[in-house]
């Protein structure tokens, strides 16, 4: 304690489009009500901009990953993920995200957690959210998580050492089988009526429609998505959360519009991204508040690369793959591809490949501070 705050350990982290505080979890109060209060002073949430704490003001960069000692003998780490509301009082752990994964590998070199003797490093991930395991091959110089490299990032400047994320063994996520339903494609009512959705259960449980089901071209950007277009997403996502028993106002199933290729502008320097240059387009709305996301989730990107290889699901519909083995989707920041190999399986399917390269970098380290009474209600 120094005065009247508490000092508490910290590791700032890039991975991918995301930014997430990285803490031990023997620096915070057992799981429940205690930690989660002592997040939210530490995020300085909530409050739009978050200024009396951590968090960067946007949902990509207003994350934490929890890490703890291995839970079973076959990884190196348990990695929970927590997504910090900036304007409302929850820590959501519904979800996983697919790109502070990639820095999860690398916090796990750089803390010698696995062994960097080699030029890279598999690091075996038990992550809580989903109860499965991901591996991330990761880069090694001298004893340390490389930095730079020639991966380039739609969403992040410059290029870094790619880290390697294959998340084929977490399908089931969340309802424990691939295709929930045991369909590739529904009708759901909903508030806007009938819409046909895909299912899919992969890094995180995901809902795939049509984006002109909700009005969308599926190419906007931030400033195009209009309330009407979140209030029909939102539909949506509640009517198929209903379908499957889960509270309508969870972070999942996190809900994606799709659409064949089209030429658009991708924010910042992305630029002009022809149709010639993805397989699809996609946009997700989500987060507490949902908004839509200036990139593409890792974890999304991965179950759409699976969905888009099992015939008749709305993905596969409107995507136009030049490359079987790949996935390119064009996202609000750009491009992103993905390596997938999914195969028939009696009634089902067997993801052996769902594979895409992240780049992460350690930014700070040091100690953060949050008032003595952090455990405490927040105001």
């Known amino acids: ?56 003001a946007d949902i990509l960069t207003s994350k934490l990953a929890i890490i703890d000692p291995p839970s079973r003998p076959d990884v190196d780490l348990d990695y929970t993920f927590a997504q910090v509301s900036v304007s409302e009082p929850f820590v959501d752990y519904d979800i996983m995200c697919g790109n502070i994964s990639s820095a999860v590998g690398a916090f796990a070199v750089d803390e010698a957690l696995v062994g960097t003797d080699q030029p890279e490093a598999t690091v075996r991930i038990f992550n809580t959210n989903t109860g499965r395991i991901f591996r991330a091959v990761v880069q090694v110089n001298d004893g340390r998580a490389a930095v730079d490299g020639d991966c380039a990032i739609a969403g992040v400047p410059g290029t870094g050492a790619p880290i390697a994320l294959d998340l084929s063994g977490t399908f089931g996520s969340e309802t424990g089988v691939l295709l929930p339903t045991g369909n590739v494609m529904d009708e759901m009512d909903s508030a806007i009526g009938p819409v046909e959705v895909s299912i899919v259960d992969l890094a995180s449980l995901c809902v795939f429609f049509e984006a002109a089901a909700v009005g969308m071209r599926g190419t906007e950007g931030p400033a195009e998505a209009t309330s009407e277009h979140v209030a029909a997403v939102v539909a949506v996502k509640e009517a198929v959360a209903t379908l499957l028993g889960l509270a309508p106002d969870a972070l999942t199933p996190i809900p994606s519009a799709v659409a064949a290729p089209q030429d658009y502008v991708g924010l910042g320097k992305a630029g002009p ?18 908004m839509l996301h200036k990139a593409y989730p890792g974890a999304s990107a991965a ?46 399917w067997h993801v052996e490949r769902a594979a895409y390269d992240r780049t992460a970098r350690r930014i700070a380290e040091g100690t953060a501070l949050v008032p003595s009474d952090a455990a405490g209600p927040v105001a």
């Not at 991204?273 to 987060?287: K, N, P, W």
């Not at 083995?325 to 999914?342: D, E, P």
């Open 303 to 348: 179950c759409t690369g699976v969905a888009a290889r099992i015939p008749g699901t709305v993905v596969a519909r409107v995507a136009e793959q030049q490359d079987p083995t790949a996935l390119r989707i064009g996202h609000t920041s750009g491009v992103m591809a993905v390596s997938v190999a999914v195969n028939p399986d009696g009634d089902s």
């Open 1 to 56: 304690m120094t005065g009247e705050q508490l000092s508490l350990p910290f590791t700032l982290m890039r991975g991918g489009t995301s930014k997430a505080v990285f803490l031990r979890g023997s620096d915070l109060p057992p799981p429940g009500p205690s930690r989660d209060r002592m997040i939210l002073r530490l995020f300085g949430s909530p409050d739009p901009r978050q200024i009396d704490g951590l968090g960067g």
């Open 273 to 290: 991204i022809a149709a010639t240059e993805v397989d699809l387009v996609a946009r997700v709305i989500g987060g507490r508040p949902p």
